[in-house]
């Protein structure tokens, strides 16, 4: 009468797994986008660590150490911010796990 057709179940079911497949998908690469900052962050730490370890072996006693100190210093500001920054990256890897555990939730209540 009014020509009205509905979708198919199947068709309704295919787009919501695809929605649902992408949104994984997508979280999926913001983890390995977040890991792999965190692995450099890392790294630049540890590099820091060691620079700063050999400049302090290397201040000579008694004599001005006022150049090895702004050395000192520059490591030192660049751990920090490493620290802070590795800190808000776990603090993001744990908030999208909890998304997509969330997702992965629903869907499973959904049968998607």
Do not use: W
Not at 34 to 58: I, M, P, T
């Amino acid at each position: 009468m009014f020509g009205f057709k509905m979708r198919s179940a199947t068709r309704d079911l295919e787009a919501d797994l695809s929605r649902f497949q992408r949104i994984q998908a997508t979280l999926g690469q913001v983890m390995d986008e977040l890991q792999r900052e965190k692995a450099g962050l890392r790294k630049r730490y540890s590099d820091a660590s060691a620079d700063a370890a050999l400049v302090f072996e290397a201040m000579p006693e008694g004599e001005s150490q006022q150049p090895y100190e702004a050395k000192l210093d520059v490591f030192a500001k660049s751990i920090q911010n490493c620290e802070r920054r590795i800190n808000f990256i776990d603090a993001q890897i744990v908030f999208v796990s909890e998304i997509l555990i969330s997702v992965r939730s629903f869907c499973g209540r959904h049968a998607l």
